[in-house]
């Protein structure tokens, strides 16, 4: 018997776990990480498994599933639902299978309100997880129910069903939304670019950053890997001061303020070497930085550097 406040600090020890491992490997976690076994008081289970649904034993009939494998793998330029954090998920089996095992525990998971770890597949064997997630209606007919991504801070009381609907609505708020653009994007990026800088070539996946082109929150300025760029600490933040700036033929130039400085060694290789450099860019041609963003982020270096 596992008891209500138990089953609640699980998953909350389990988005923790999530929390550890996103810090040492990024918003996508590669599938072996997720396999290492999660240890909560006297039982652990991968949070990785075969099954779309899964719900740990001992954990029994009724209670609700805890783990959401996505039945999708695609690139993420095509998922809008990764910025809104509002996913549609399918009941596993056909419509005969309704009732199944699995199903039971995703529609306990709606009637209980508990919080679930959804891990969204990111293609190449990595997946984002994404939590808490909470499944806020059921579309029985159609065979799916929906889940919505909220922000973690968020302690739900509920007293009906269309309360807590409204409440996890509410609730879902610009930060969560951020917080999901912001990890899909750079671990896009950074796997785009085999995690590499992409002026200085720096392999260091701690040391690197999603840079945007246009700016984040302006009209182009989407979280796509054509507007963005894998950037070191050191070159992101000179690309953000017009540092540095990156021709649409995909050259890099320093400032010419930095050129004449005389310093050590840091501004030496770190910047006044990296001067007409070509940027290194994604294998795949899709993936590469979009020329005309390039072009309209060159001029803005241009007139402020
Ligand atoms: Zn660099």
Redesign the pocket.
């Known amino acids: 018997m596992v008891t209500e406040s138990q089953d609640n600090t699980m998953r909350e020890a389990l988005f923790q776990h999530m929390d550890r491992l996103v810090l040492e490997f990024g918003a996508s976690l590669p599938a072996f990480v997720l396999k290492r076994r999660f240890v909560f008081e006297d039982f652990g289970f991968m949070p990785l498994q075969q099954n779309g649904i899964f719900r740990p034993q001992p954990l029994q009939e009724g209670d609700a599933a805890v783990v959401l494998l996505s039945s999708v793998d695609g690139p993420y330029e095509d998922r809008s639902d990764v910025e809104t954090g509002y996913f549609q998920y399918r009941y596993q089996g056909g419509s005969k299978d309704r009732d199944n095992w699995y199903n039971r525990a995703l529609r306990s998971a709606l009637e209980k309100q508990k919080p679930v770890l959804y891990l969204l597949g990111m293609g190449a064997n990595e997946y984002m997880p994404l939590y808490p997630c909470y499944v806020i209606n059921d579309n029985r007919s159609n065979g799916f129910v929906n889940l919505q991504l909220v922000n973690r801070s968020v302690v739900l009381t509920p007293t009906s069903d269309v309360e807590v609907t409204t409440a996890i609505r509410a609730y879902t708020t610009v930060l969560a939304k951020r917080r999901v653009h912001q990890e899909a994007f750079r671990g896009l990026v950074l796997k785009a670019y085999s995690d590499t800088?992409?002026?200085?070539?720096?392999k260091i996946r701690k040391?690197?950053d999603a840079a945007h082109i246009i700016p984040d929150g302006e009209e182009r300025g989407d979280p796509i890997v054509q507007n963005g760029l894998a950037?070191?600490?050191?070159?992101?933040e000179a690309y953000d001061f017009n540092i540095i700036g990156i021709k649409s033929s995909y050259e890099v130039v320093v400032s010419e303020k930095t050129m004449e400085l005389v310093d050590g060694p840091m501004l030496t290789h770190?910047l006044k070497e990296?001067h007409g450099k070509q940027l290194i860019v994604p294998r795949r041609i899709p993936s590469r930085p979009d020329r005309e963003r390039l072009e309209e982020r060159f001029q803005r270096f241009l007139r402020q550097s």
Do not use: E, F, P
């Open positions: 800088c992409a002026v200085c070539s720096l040391l690197l950037l070191c600490k050191l070159h992101h770190g990296v």
